[in-house]
């Protein structure tokens, strides 16, 4: 065997390490969540449970809301997605193909709102949707969350790099604004768009904070927030918390192996972060 | 005629921004103001505002609680350049042209997907004393872990190691990983035929050409690092033990949400925005001269 070959082996073996290192946890997760009450509570712990639960999954359902917690968490993030790319686009190409009064100044005012941190806007904005009433409802969520500088700012410089010829030729040929935005520059963003769907989606799914201030009542709250109450709940029942942990962990995964491709265009196109 | 035409495209302007600026107007525009007026008064919410000037200001710089949340924030964040320098080694592992890379590179990526609070769930589990799956790992090696989230010692390092875990095959792996495919491969060359070593080559040719990489993952982990980590907190520790793992933003929001002190919770929140500042200004004068490309 060559050097060489020997190299290549080792390396491959140090890598199936690492790997095996970053994995481990989510197999202790799986062994626990199928283990008994009382198994949970062994020591030394066994890696295979015996006897296996597969019910301890149809528990968590019982035990708190939690297909409410899913379902919120699901038409939360869509709602919130589709708004958010509609109003961002609609912003981008008016800052990208438009030229108005004041435009560069607004944009720039965009832009710093970006530096400032989300605890500085939390607050007011907390007691301005207490003084709506929208505390404790979907629309202190989804309203806020409609509105994104950060979705504007990648689509304008997404749509700023696009080529002016298409956009000219439909001018040519008569059509207006509102036209060349759906004909022409919509279709030729469908990357950015994806992307920013994808992200936008999992950043509201992923959302904690914000949901834990606004929202009350266990049944409208959101997966995560209903995880933490659920863990305060029932602290000590681990099989079953850990049962609910893999299921909200299931659509990340299935979203990020349907959507691979985009994950490393979104890192690309704005440093967004995953 | 050519007036006409800019007025309409003005209109235009206008009318497709109209949406979008409205919202920000409202739920962006509006809030920054306001945290500002906010800062000087004292309200909690059931009874009238009462305005007092520099009070909340004062009350900050003299409270012991919140330089603690600054100092649990600083350590906190010296986990930063461990998992900078864990990211890059990663995607200095997986940018080998071997076969099945992909494979691997998927899976350093996966814990990163995974963040949330479910994730966080596990490792509260994992850190349990008796029987979580790092002290039964110990336990294999004769060792007898400590209670790590129950400990004033142990519970910031425990939160800097579970961030590295998560946090190192993800985005910046992926952003040195571009950084890495695109260095000159001419450079390599060179240096082999002056039979310049591994490390002669990385030290001398690899770190400089991704420096612009390594600045930009720093200033956004700084600037990350100072706002964030209020998940892990609120889930690990509650802000234990002890306050010794409350950091800026569980600070805020136990001010604002619990305690109801939205003035006093506001200026802090303004005050950490001067940090960032002036953390991201630091960063980019003597940062970016480090930045040789």
């Not at chain 1, 950015?192 to 409208?220: C, D, H, M, Y």
């Not at chain 1, 918390?241 to 299935?254: D, Q, R």
């Not at chain 2, 909690?44 to 520099?54: S, V």
């Not at chain 2, 060359?189 to 002669?200: K, L, Q, T, Y």
Request: hydrophobic share 55%.
């Amino acid at each position: 065997m060559s050097f060489n070959t020997v190299k290549k082996i080792l390396l491959y073996i140090f890598m199936t390490i690492l790997a095996i290192g970053m994995l481990i946890p989510f197999f202790w997760m799986v062994s626990t969540s199928l283990k008994d009450g009382n198994n949970v509570f062994e020591f030394p712990p066994k890696w295979i449970p015996n006897p296996i639960k597969w019910s301890n999954y149809a528990e968590v359902w019982e035990v708190v809301p939690f297909a409410a917690f899913a379902l919120n968490s699901f038409l939360l993030a869509l709602c919130v997605t589709c708004g958010q790319v509609l109003t961002s686009a609609f912003a981008a190409f008016s800052f990208a193909r438009l030229n108005w009064w004041g435009r560069d100044k607004v944009f720039f005012a965009y832009l710093a709102t970006m530096m400032i941190p989300g605890a500085v806007t939390m607050i007011p904005l907390f007691l301005l949707l207490r003084y709506l009433g929208w505390i404790d409802s979907y629309k202190a969520i989804i309203i806020p969350g409609i509105f994104s500088a950060y979705g504007t700012f990648m689509l304008r410089q997404f749509f700023m790099g696009l080529p002016t010829e298409l956009e000219d030729a439909a001018r040519i040929d008569g059509c207006n604004l509102w036209e060349i935005f759906w004909n022409v520059t919509i279709p030729l963003s469908k990357p950015a768009l994806a992307t920013l769907s994808i992200f936008t989606f999992l950043g509201n799914w992923r959302n904690f904070q914000w949901p834990l201030i606004v929202l009350q009542t266990s049944e409208k709250m959101t997966l995560p927030v209903g995880l933490a109450y659920f863990m305060g709940e029932h602290s000590t029942k681990w099989n079953l918390l850990m049962a609910g942990s893999l299921m909200s962990i299931v659509p990340l995964v299935a979203i990020f192996l349907i959507g691979q491709r985009f994950f490393v265009k979104g890192i690309q196109l704005g440093g967004v972060k995953g | 005629m050519i007036e006409k035409k800019k007025l309409r495209e003005c209109a235009a302007g206008f009318l497709f921004i109209l949406p979008n600026f409205t919202g920000f107007m409202i739920f962006t525009l509006l809030p920054v103001c306001a945290a500002f007026i906010l800062a000087f008064y004292k309200w909690d919410i059931l009874t009238a505002p009462q305005f007092i000037g520099l009070g909340n200001f004062t009350r900050l710089f003299t409270d012991k609680a919140f330089w603690n949340s600054f100092y649990n924030t600083l350590i906190l964040m010296t986990g930063i350049p461990l998992s900078m320098a864990a990211s890059l080694f990663l995607a200095l592992m997986v940018n080998k042209s071997l076969r099945g890379i992909i494979v691997y590179r998927t899976l350093y990526f996966f814990p990163s997907i995974c963040s949330g609070i479910g994730l966080l769930l596990l490792w509260r589990w994992i850190y349990n004393p008796d029987f979580g799956l790092l002290n039964v790992l110990l336990s294999y090696i004769g060792i007898d872990g400590p209670n790590w989230l129950g400990s004033v010692f142990w519970a910031k390092p425990a939160l800097i190691f579970m961030g590295i875990w998560t946090g190192m095959g993800g985005t910046n792996m992926i952003l040195y990983l571009a950084a890495l495919q695109g260095v000159n491969p001419e450079l390599y060359e060179a240096a082999d035929m002056d039979g310049a070593s591994n490390w002669r080559k990385f030290y001398h040719i690899t770190l400089p050409m991704i420096s612009p990489t390594t600045f930009f993952i720093f200033t956004m982990s700084i600037i990350s690092g100072f706002q964030g980590s209020f998940d892990s907190v609120f889930i690990m520790t509650g802000g234990g033990p002890a306050g010794s793992t409350t950091n800026l933003s569980f600070h805020i929001y136990r001010n604002a949400y619990e305690l109801f002190n939205m003035g006093y919770a506001s200026s802090m929140a303004l005050v950490l925005f001067a940090i960032v500042l002036v953390a991201t200004l630091i960063n980019w004068k003597y940062g970016g001269k480090k930045v040789t490309y």
